[in-house]
C-alpha cells in the first residue's frame, strides 16, 4: 500500500514530527511518500518539495499545477492531508480526485479563526469538500471544527509520541546543563516556532518579571522561524539577553526537555499542543494559556491559565507543585497517545480503505 502524506507549511514541527514517527511504527507493507515544503528533508527519496511559496496568489497556483502533475505521474491508494486550513485541503482533495486518486483523507491538526469572508467560503464549499473526502481525522475536539462544518463521523486520533524517548533522564539532563552552564540556575523553556501563533512576545514579557524576582531564572527558546530576529532584538531591548539562550532548531527535543525545570506555552492557539504532552511525559510543570484544548491535559502538571495576565501567570507559576518526574510517562500511556497505539488505529484506517 502507497500512501502520500501532504503537509503544508515551511517548518519541521509537530506534524511533521507525528507523520515521520508514524512512518517508523507503521507495517512494512505501508509505504509513505511525503509532499512537503520542510527543506530538512530534501535528501531523501521519498520526499517531495514542490517548490512553490504558497503564501502567494502565484505560489498557489504552481503548488496546485504541480501537484497535478506528481499525481498523474505517481500512483498512490491513499492522499492523506495533512492541514487544519480549509482551503488548502479542499484544493488537495479536488486535484486529488481529478487525478483519480480513490481514497482521500482529511486530517487537522490546528485550529484556526477564520475571518467572516472565510468562513462563508468555507460553508459554501463544505458539501463539495466532504463528498471528495472518505475520511474525516481530527488530533482533538478544538481542531475539529478548522475543516469540518458537519462533524458527524469525525475520527478523533490523538498526536501520539514515542514515549520511549521522553521518559526523563537524569544524566541528560546533567549533561545539557552543563554544556549550556546553568547548572544552578532555575530552567524556564519553550519549544515551538518563532511564529505568530507561539506568542514569543508575551513570553519574553513574562520572563522578563520572572527573571526581576528571581536572579537564578533562565529561560530556553528551542526552535526557528520568521520572528526569531524581532524575539532578538526585544531580548537585548529589555537588558537580559544574557539569561534567554536561543537553541535554535533541534531534532532532539526529547533530550532538551530533561534540562527544564518549569515548561510554558502560551500559545494563541493550538490544535493540541503535542509538545505539552511531550514536556509531561518529562515529568515537566506545564504552563499553558487558555488556548491550549484541554485534551493536552493528562497529568497533575498541567496549569492553564485563562488570559494573559502577567500577573496571574506569575501567581500560577509560583504555586506549581513539583512532582518526581521519572514515572511521568505512565500518564501519556494511560490518556492513550503512545505512537505505537495511535500507528495501529491509523494503519486499521488505512486498510479499511484500500
Request: proline share 1%.
Amino acid at each position: 500500500m502507497k500512501v502520500l502524506q501532504i503537509i503544508d507549511g515551511f517548518n519541521y514541527g509537530g506534524i511533521t514530527k507525528l507523520i515521520t514517527d508514524i512512518d517508523n511504527n507503521i507495517s512494512n507493507d505501508i509505504k509513505f511518500d511525503y509532499i512537503t515544503q520542510v527543506h530538512i528533508f530534501n535528501n531523501k527519496d521519498n520526499v517531495y518539495n514542490l517548490n512553490s511559496d504558497r503564501r502567494s496568489i502565484k505560489g498557489k497556483i504552481v503548488y496546485n499545477y504541480r501537484l497535478y502533475k506528481h499525481l498523474k505521474k505517481n500512483k498512490y491508494d491513499i492522499i492523506h492531508i495533512n492541514s487544519a486550513i480549509f482551503l488548502f485541503s479542499f484544493q488537495v482533495a479536488l486535484i486529488a480526485k481529478l487525478c483519480g486518486i480513490k481514497h482521500i483523507i482529511a486530517h487537522s491538526h490546528n485550529t484556526i479563526n477564520y475571518n467572516k469572508l472565510r468562513r462563508v467560503i468555507m460553508k459554501i464549499l463544505s458539501p463539495l469538500y466532504l463528498k471528495l473526502i472518505d475520511i474525516k481525522l481530527t488530533c482533538s475536539l478544538a481542531a475539529t471544527k478548522s475543516l469540518y462544518t458537519n462533524t458527524d463521523n469525525v475520527i478523533l486520533l490523538k498526536n501520539g509520541i514515542a514515549i520511549d524517548k521522553y521518559k526523563y533522564n537524569k544524566s541528560i539532563r546533567n549533561k545539557y546543563r552543563k554544556e549550556l552552564n546553568i547548572e544552578d540556575k532555575k530552567v524556564y523553556g519553550h519549544v515551538g516556532r518563532f511564529s505568530k501563533q507561539k506568542n514569543h512576545e508575551f513570553l519574553i514579557d513574562l520572563f522578563n518579571e520572572i527573571q526581576k524576582k528571581d536572579d537564578k531564572a533562565v529561560l530556553l527558546l528551542v526552535g526557528s522561524g520568521e520572528l526569531e530576529d524581532a524575539i532578538r532584538n526585544k531580548v537585548k531591548l529589555l537588558n537580559i539577553d544574557d539569561k534567554v539562550i536561543f537553541l535554535g532548531f533541534r531534532d532532539n527535543i526529547n533530550e532538551i526537555l530533561n534540562a527544564f525545570d518549569v515548561f510554558l506555552f502560551p500559545s494563541l492557539y493550538e490544535g493540541l499542543g503535542i509538545v505539552a504532552i511531550e514536556a509531561q511525559t518529562n515529568g515537566l510543570p506545564v504552563v499553558v494559556s487558555n488556548n491550549v484544548p484541554s485534551d493536552a491535559n493528562i497529568s497533575n502538571n498541567f496549569y492553564k491559565v485563562d488570559n494573559y495576565d502577567i500577573i496571574k501567570w506569575m501567581n500560577t507559576i509560583n504555586n506549581i507543585k513539583y512532582y518526581k518526574r521519572e514515572n511521568a510517562y505512565k500518564d501519556t500511556i494511560n490518556n492513550g497517545y503512545d505512537i505505537k497505539d495511535i500507528t495501529k488505529e491509523l494503519e486499521k484506517i488505512y486498510r479499511g480503505l484500500v
